[in-house]
């Protein structure tokens, strides 16, 4: 394989109802390629697919098990890997992130596709002005926030962080 193709439906070799990150050899083999690299210290940081649904390294810099999750946009191990991921050249780090950030709307677009489909999507129309009064007030009568949000259609947040201000 010598490029990627970040317009792969990952989908596509994914068995039905599984995730792509742990189920799909062509997302798992790209990320083998982009996060396999020789470092600047001369070591070569060599993920192999020997493990099932993880990419796996072991060498004098320590053994590495490393899900697609934990590569892509969690942060809970930065400061733990942030000495190999500091040798990295950043235009890879943003091919990366472009290739992820692809994969996550395509994702986001077809739940969406599957909620509507439901009849459980509708579009929302954010409203400009929320009657701050109104909450306070439906509160004040004993409303939950669950309730005031639903009757005022906006979100929950909204009506947490009216009350909180006002507290």
Do not use: C
């Not at 129309?125 to 009568?141: H, P, S």
């Amino acid at each position: 394989m010598t490029s990627i193709d970040i317009k792969f439906n990952v989908f596509s070799d994914t068995p039905k109802g599984k995730d792509p990150d742990s189920f799909s050899p062509t997302l798992r083999k790209y990320h083998q390629k982009l996060w396999s690299k020789k470092l600047p210290n001369g070591i070569s940081f060599d993920l192999t697919l020997e493990h099932p649904r993880v990419l796996y390294h072991s060498s004098e810099l320590g053994e590495f098990i490393l899900s697609s999750d934990a590569i892509g946009h969690t942060y809970k191990g930065v400061k733990r890997m942030s000495h190999i991921v500091d040798q990295l050249p950043v235009n890879e780090l943003d091919t990366f992130f472009e290739f992820e950030r692809n994969i996550i709307r395509k994702r986001q677009a077809e739940g969406i596709a599957k909620a509507k489909e439901r009849g459980v999507y509708e579009n929302r129309i954010r409203k400009t002005t929320i009657d701050r009064d109104e909450v306070k007030r439906l509160k004040a009568e004993g409303l939950s926030t669950y309730k005031i949000a639903d009757a005022m259609k906006i979100s929950r947040m909204s009506v947490h962080r009216i009350l909180n201000q006002s507290a």
